[in-house]
């Protein structure tokens, strides 16, 4: 069943914020996907964080930065908010996770959970058959698929048919990456797939 509050605050209406308890009632929950068949790219986040468990909606947490760069890469006409995550099929994405277990950070997974999402993704990748498969954090990608060596960018093997890239991961913890440079790494994905760049018409 949805959370509470993901059912509560619609796309047009205010977005209340988790309160303490709810996002402590969010530990361990799973979100369900943003997937239809044959998209052109499939984003692929380490696993929910708490805010994402609490209110339903993939990286969701005010300070990440999936959705700002999502938009500066062209992949979409304006910033969506989170919750209008139900968009995204009709221009051609979706999103999931390596791992179905919301924490408080990525880093609270073991390998083990890694490596048994990669088995997963593969399968969901197989039925659903997207074109490209983004991986949105080179260390789960390196520890799920067993890929030591991976670096930011396309990836010489495919994934169930699709070609696969690897992306930095957009939480605000990573310094590493500004929004420009976040939004720069998507927009490189979006001209490798061919898709246009979508701007406000």
């Known amino acids: 069943m949805p959370p509470a ?32 068949p044959a998209l052109s790219v499939l984003f692929v986040g380490i696993n929910p964080g708490l805010w994402s468990a609490a209110t339903g909606w993939h990286f969701a947490r005010p300070g ?30 979706g999103i999931t996770n390596m791992a179905a277990r919301a924490s408080a950070r990525a ?50 093997e495919s994934l169930a048919g699709a070609r696969l890239w690897v992306l930095p991961n957009p939480s605000g913890l990573n310094a590493h990456f500004t929004p420009i440079t976040l939004g720069a790494a998507f927009a490189e994905l979006r001209a490798a797939t061919g898709l246009p760049a979508r701007r406000p018409g």
């Open 64 to 93: 990440n930065r999936f959705w700002p760069a999502l938009h500066l890469g062209g992949f979409t006409p304006r910033l969506l908010h989170p919750s209008e995550q139900g968009e995204l099929p009709a221009l051609g994405l």
């Open 5 to 36: 509050l993901g059912r509560r605050a619609g796309a047009g209406a205010a977005h209340p914020r988790p309160t303490k308890a709810e996002l402590a009632a969010a530990t361990d929950r799973s979100i369900p996907d943003v997937l239809a």
């Open 107 to 156: 880093d609270e997974l073991t390998a083990e959970e890694l490596l048994d999402g990669a088995a997963i993704l593969t399968d969901k990748v197989a039925r659903h058959r997207p074109r490209w498969v983004a991986v949105v954090g080179v260390t789960a990608y390196r520890i799920g698929f067993q890929r030591p060596k991976a670096a930011f960018g396309p990836q010489p």
